[in-house]
């Protein structure tokens, strides 16, 4: 087990474009591990490379179903609109209510190289379009109609 530092909103690895991976290494294997062993102790529902200091397209996430590995994920498919509530780890203490998709539909693939499709709705759905921000160097307090400090 090993748990990864995670970097802060101001730290430059956050707005950079991350990078695909193009051959699941051991070293993917390694870091898909350690992404969600820090994910698991910082009790985040979803964690992007680029937060652990790594400009890669992974995520890892849980809302509470299981853990979600994903490399290079792209949202297929949008529906709806709802607002809610939302945080990161990158921004300890702050909240923000942000509109988003109610509905996405994602591709991505898992850490066989399969190619799959997941649907996501609510928190779920949330989570994917957050992650997938992270990747392009976007933060939801850009996006956050009002923002709150704890
Ligand atoms: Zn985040």
Same mark, same amino acid.
């Given at each position: 087990?090993?748990?990864?530092?995670?970097?802060?909103?101001?730290?430059?690895?956050l707005?950079?474009?991350?990078?695909?991976?193009?051959?699941?290494?051991?070293?993917?294997?390694?870091?898909?591990?350690?992404?969600?062993?820090?994910?698991?102790?910082?009790?985040?529902?979803?964690?992007?490379?680029?937060?652990?200091?790594?400009?890669?397209?992974?995520?890892?996430?849980?809302?509470?179903?299981?853990?979600?590995?994903?490399?290079?994920?792209?949202?297929?498919?949008?529906?709806?609109?709802?607002a809610?509530?939302? +945080?990161? !780890?990158?921004?300890?203490?702050?909240? #923000?209510?942000? $509109? *988003? /998709?109610?509905?996405?539909? @994602?591709?991505? &693939?898992?850490?066989q +190289?399969? !190619?799959?499709?997941?649907?996501?709705? #609510?928190?779920? $759905? *949330? /989570?994917?379009?957050?992650? @997938?921000?992270? &990747?392009?160097?976007?933060?939801?307090?850009?996006?956050?109609?009002?923002?709150?400090?704890?």
């Amino acid at each position: 087990m090993a748990v990864y530092q995670i970097v802060k909103i101001g730290s430059p690895v956050l707005r950079e474009k991350a990078v695909e991976v193009k051959l699941i290494t051991p070293a993917i294997e390694k870091l898909l591990n350690n992404m969600a062993d820090t994910l698991y102790a910082a009790e985040g529902l979803g964690l992007a490379a680029p937060q652990i200091g790594v400009p890669k397209r992974v995520v890892v996430i849980d809302v509470g179903d299981g853990l979600l590995e994903l490399i290079n994920p792209v949202i297929l498919e949008k529906r709806g609109n709802k607002a809610a509530a939302e +945080g990161c !780890l990158s921004i300890p203490g702050t909240t #923000g209510e942000v $509109a *988003r /998709a109610a509905k996405v539909r @994602i591709q991505a &693939l898992n850490r066989q +190289g399969e !190619l799959v499709e997941l649907m996501g709705e #609510g928190v779920l $759905a *949330r /989570a994917f379009q957050h992650e @997938i921000d992270h &990747l392009d160097g976007i933060l939801f307090v850009d996006i956050a109609r009002k923002t709150y400090r704890q």
